[in-house]
Nanobody, 117 residues
């Protein structure tokens, strides 16, 4: 099982980015995929999650209404559309194979998101 996050970059406050998590080694129908982020000096936190079996979604309070998680099963990819970004969203974003941090077995390599003017 391999997960690879991509799509990070530098964006101004108020801007948007779309992150992608490409999966290999399993079909997306079998797993939940979660997005996590880690800001400098802070612990990793859950941001959003999607159950690929029934497409239930979860968002942390800090991103609810601004971020949207979705999946493309054919491409084995989960997306995180991030709008209205602010400096507090800066961090390295990771995708993983669970919605609970304690249940993660596979982490993807992170992608850095920097929100700065």
């Amino acid at each position: 099982v391999q997960l690879q996050a991509s799509g990070g970059g530098l964006v101004q406050p108020g801007g948007s980015l779309r992150l992608s998590c490409a999966a290999s080694g399993f079909t997306l129908d079998e797993y939940t995929i979660g997005w996590y982020r880690q800001a400098p000096g802070k612990e990793r936190e859950g941001v959003s999650c999607i159950s690929t079996r029934d497409e239930n979604t979860y968002y942390s309070e800090s991103v609810k209404g601004r971020f949207t998680i979705s999946r493309d099963a054919a491409k084995k990819t989960v997306y995180l559309q991030m709008n209205s970004l602010d400096t507090g969203d800066t961090g390295t974003y990771y995708c993983a194979d669970a919605c609970r941090y304690s249940s993660v077995q596979n982490w993807g390599k992170g992608t850095l998101v920097t929100v700065s003017s």
